[in-house]
């Protein structure tokens, strides 16, 4: 396949609905010592997956024996500029990127796509599609790839769309480099710190996130009682935070002097939040029909339910809402709730009758 026939890997992705794509070489990170060094920290939490797989993490090569290039692409799930709806009394929220179809899903069938289309164009290449599917370092390999650059919060951004971006790509031992590549983007953080002093678990030093205290962290990925330290930052938050997005300039304001995008119609949110006297009256049935088909699913029910009753023990905190205490109450007793839900509902109404 020729450069200058008009059809490149980015030409491709960009044709087949991706917002941005970009190729990279397929080489060493080049932050393996910091990584080591967050990892010694425990800073990943429970994440053992991370420790375990950090050779792997650190060079695809170890993923994709010979691969070459990696071709990254990104989604836009939420528009630039637009203001979250206020959430309604006792409800729960859940993070943009969850509000819509899972993107797992969507970036697969459309990634397996681009790999069809491109096996033909190099005989014998193989071709590796992945979403947080294989470990791989996206984000570093997006900024080489001239998709963005990595913001203070560690998450990456584009000068123009912002951070509401998911990232995916397909790993191959094709070399798909254009003979011109982009230049990475220089890094416009600058001088603020916005996220950092946002951030209401302190998790964020420049360039770094503490996952152990990331509100994402402990509310889809921790299987364990969170540590109370932790509940009056979590708030209303149910499943994951945006909070260091959200007060992120390159996340503000459109400007008629630039292409922001426009989010793929597969992320229309459903729903921005739950009412969690709903949440924690769930039967497993009712959470298999509200996480259907989205990335809510990546928390167990449990989990949920121990998040909302977080969220409830921080709405109690302001005013008496008897159904919600009383839901709560009723889960302590209840021999059919898990110990992580029992044992939460003990916790933060301990903590609401303290604070009386
Ligand atoms: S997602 Fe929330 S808790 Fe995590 S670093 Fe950002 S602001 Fe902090
Ligand atoms: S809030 Fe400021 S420091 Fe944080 S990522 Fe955005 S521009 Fe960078």
């Not at 060079?59 to 691969?67: E, H």
């Not at 989205?294 to 969220?311: C, V, W």
């Amino acid at each position: 396949m020729s450069e200058s026939d008009g059809s490149n890997a980015v030409e491709l992705a960009l044709a087949m609905g991706f917002a941005l794509a970009g190729v990279c070489g397929a080489r060493e990170s080049e932050h393996r010592v910091e990584f080591d060094r967050w990892l010694a920290q425990g800073k990943h939490g429970s994440m053992g997956y991370l420790e375990r797989h950090a050779d792997l993490r650190a060079d695809p090569r170890r993923v994709l024996a010979g691969a070459r290039s990696i071709l990254l692409v990104a989604d836009q799930y939420a528009r630039r500029g637009e203001r979250d709806p206020d959430l309604p009394s006792a409800h729960g929220r859940i993070a943009r990127y969850a509000r819509g179809r899972d993107y797992h899903r969507v970036m697969k069938r459309r990634l397996h796509a681009l790999a069809d289309a491109l096996r033909p164009r190099y005989p014998g290449a193989e071709f590796r599609a992945f979403v947080d599917t294989a470990p791989i370092l996206e984000r570093e390999h997006a900024a080489r790839a001239g998709l963005g650059w990595i913001g203070k919060h560690t998450l990456l951004i584009h000068p123009a769309r912002g951070s509401w971006l998911l990232l995916g790509g397909i790993l191959s031992t094709a070399d798909l480099r254009p003979s011109d590549p982009p230049r990475p983007f220089p890094d416009h953080c600058g001088t603020c710190t916005r996220c950092i002093d946002a951030c209401p678990t302190h998790a964020i030093t420049p360039y770094s996130v503490d996952a152990s205290r990331c509100i994402a962290y402990l509310t889809i990925e921790r299987r364990a009682p969170i540590d109370p330290e932790f509940f009056p930052a979590i708030g209303p938050l149910i499943f994951g935070c945006d909070i260091c997005q959200e007060v992120c300039p390159h996340n503000s304001g459109r400007s008629d002097t630039f292409d922001a995008g426009e989010p793929a119609p597969e992320y229309a949110p459903r729903r921005d939040s739950f009412d969690l006297l709903e949440v924690l009256g769930w039967t497993p049935d009712d959470h298999r029909d509200a996480v259907r088909g989205t990335a809510l699913g990546r928390a167990r029910p449990d989990m949920l339910k121990r998040n909302a009753a977080i969220a409830a023990g921080n709405a109690l905190r302001g005013r008496d809402i008897p159904a919600l205490r009383a839901r709560l109450e009723q889960l302590t007793r209840d021999e059919g709730e898990p110990d992580l839900v029992k044992d939460a509902c003990r916790m933060v109404l301990d903590r609401v009758r303290a604070s009386r």
